[in-house]
């Protein structure tokens, strides 16, 4: 099994949990990165660096979407387009759980023993912390002041 | 059910439930069948350990059919080390560590 399911609960509504994971100017606060589509099923999206190149470095098609609750998309690097066997799927699912927002993120279709399937664990726990710290406080994540790859990344 | 830290302390507070987080750790996605196999817990221990796990939001579940599985879920450890462990701390950190490792792999080796 290579799949993996993240959760989080954040002080704060269905929608901006939604906009601040569609929106590229909330994105690059709290990820690091730019994530651009819109957002419609059969759309593509692109996770986009914030150097001065602007290069891709994720990509993939919206496979469902149902704001504020439901996205789906699937996962792949952009060298990797064509190749299904390298493709995987991100679903969030985003629901009021009394107070607060739950936020599931399940990220599975991996290929197992995959370099994608080793740096996930890595990765969605550090954004989804960083999401959580950026809608609570307003204040992105100082880590990010750190990462090469986000030199224009403000650390409010 | 919104975790906060006490409980995740709690919860790490025990070597068996540690114990149940690296298996899920090794395989991600387990049925409390698999989780109590090669185990030396009772059903109802694992079963109880699991619920306090779930509670501190360390182990998140889905349905697949009828059964349930288990997946580590490490985003409120990341809040506590991102609370303690600054930008500047984070590399020197991760270095001490490293070497901590490498010097503990070269002893197993001898």
Redesign the interface.
Known sequence: ?????????IKATPQKVWNAITTPEFTRQYWGMAIVSDWKPGSKWDMVNLDAAGSVNMTGEVLESDPPSRLMISWVKPENRADKSETSRVTFEIEM????VRL?V?HDQLKPGSDMARGI?NG???V??GL??FLETGHA???W??CKSAPQAKVA | MVADEDKVFKALADASRRQLLDRLRRKNGQTLQELCEGHDMSRQAVTKHLRLLEEANLVATTKRGREKLHFLNPVPINEIYTRWIGKFEQGRVQALHNLKQAMQDKEKDQ
């Open positions: 099994m290579s799949d993996f399911v993240y959760v989080t609960y759980q009394g107070e607060m599931n399940i664990s969605w726990p550090r989804l912390s959580k710290t994540l100082a880590d002041a750190n």
